[in-house]
């Protein structure tokens, strides 16, 4: 790392701290190609760490990968009307191949549903075949006008569930289980706490019968969009003839889910736990969840220090523990502390020689703490430092949560104002009109990021629409959102 004068305050300027931090972390940078981005290795490591721990819930929930080429054929995405018409103004186009006019334009991938169901169709046969369970790890590309690394980029690295049911019910089943899923792993493995939740019809996935988010409340009170889980009913299944035989011999529609998470979450990961210091990662998802900085005054402590530190690295990483160590020389030991800090890693061992004569190390935790702790015994008391941080980074995100949440407000005024003022979640009745909804965006900036699941709801549900003053037909979370 060049730099070393402090990144800007999140009071001062939450937007430059946010990307003062993904530089000072070394997560990614700016590619030549405008609005795309490169993930440096410290961002990609926990690129990776999230692609394998959901890797495993999909194959413990029956999901198979499979791969999907990055090219559609244009005419594909006009098959499904409201896919087409969502989807249109952020395609990139492909006119020319190998020096020549192409018969067909082609669309590079902006999600797969199209491409995927044209395959589904030549699959499906039979009930028995039945239900299809697939996911793909690719990148997509939409053409974002305004970027900003990891939150919104040109292309982007996902993951994209697709199946094929037999019933509404199958297929509603399968949405809802993937929500939960992706709640679970946004709070066991983020420490990131959300709110699940119904799309608004004005806020769902293009061509979908519903969609469900979970949305997540970052430091500076703005909502992100985490994850979204869609049941598409048979609207795919309709325009690219996905039938199967019924048990009876009847031909029938079958009813499509999709779902997908992406390298969105990391922005999400940065705005819920970062500070003025730099990047704070939940261990579970860090590269390194534990670096050793060996310590010496001459070439017999170096040789003596690095020796203890390399000896406890084997130690650690037969433990199963992700461990480095920095042996860099000509280099104060405080330099490399900060360097460690900025870039997120969960916990630092210093090791000197009063160490070596302890038999401790000296622990720091990158959310506060330092003491000695004895070498013997060390790996066990890692793993339940690990999951003592990941419980303390996800209660400190839902308290800074609550804290920013207004339920029932008395008034439109109190409504605005929140908004205005300090900004977060807003809970209240909803009448459900489309053009309500609409104008409460133009006029606050706010959408409505779900409709509450019933865990999330006040205690009693609000009767008026805080807008209009109607009864309300279900209880709206609003929010400013990224």
Known sequence: M??????????????????ELI?????????????????????YAIWEQMQQALDRMFKETGHQNAYFPLFIPQSFLSKEAEHVEGFAPETAVVTHGGGKLLDEPLVVRPTSETIIYSMFAKWIQSWRDLPVLMNQWANVVRWEMRTRLFLRTTEFLWQEGHTAHISEE????????ILSLYRRFMEEWIAMPVVTGLKTDGEKFAGAL???????????????????????????????????????????????????????????????HGDDTGLVCPPRLA?????????????????????AALELQATLRAAGLRVTVDQREGM????????????????????????LASGNVMLARRTGGKEPVPQEGLAERMHAE????????????????????????????????????????VYAGFCGDPAVEAEIKEQTKATIRCLPDPEFRSPEAPTTCIWTGKPATVEAMWARAY
């Open 23 to 43: 530089q000072r972390a070394e997560l990614a940078d700016h590619s030549p190609v405008r609005g795309c981005m490169v993930i440096r290795p410290n961002g």
């Open 332 to 355: 104060k030991p405080g330099a490399k502390y900060y360097e460690w800090e900025a870039r997120g890693v969960p916990f630092r061992m210093e090791l000197g020689p009063r160490d």
């Open 210 to 272: 519903r969609t469900y988010s979970c949305e997540a409340l970052m430091q500076d009170n703005r909502a992100l969009q985490a994850g979204t889980s869609h049941n598409l009913g048979q609207n795919f299944a309709k325009a690219f003839e996905v039938t199967y035989q019924t048990a009876e011999g009847e031909r029938e529609f079958v009813w499509n889910t999709s779902w997908g998470v992406s390298t969105r979450m990391i922005g999400g990961l940065i705005m819920t």
């Open 287 to 307: 590269q390194w969840q534990v670096v050793i900085v060996p310590i010496w005054r001459s070439d017999e402590e170096r040789d003596a220090t690095r020796a």
């Open 170 to 177: 199958e297929a509603e089943a399968e949405t809802l289980l």
């Open 386 to 425: 690990i999951d003592a941080m990941q419980v303390a980074l996800l209660e400190a995100a839902k308290a800074r949560r609550e804290a920013n949440t207004l339920r029932g407000p008395k008034s439109k005024q109190e409504f605005i104002d929140f908004l205005e003022r300090d900004g977060g979640f």
């Open 2 to 19: 060049a730099e070393s004068k402090a990144i800007t305050t999140r009071a001062q300027d939450f937007s430059a701290w946010y990307n």
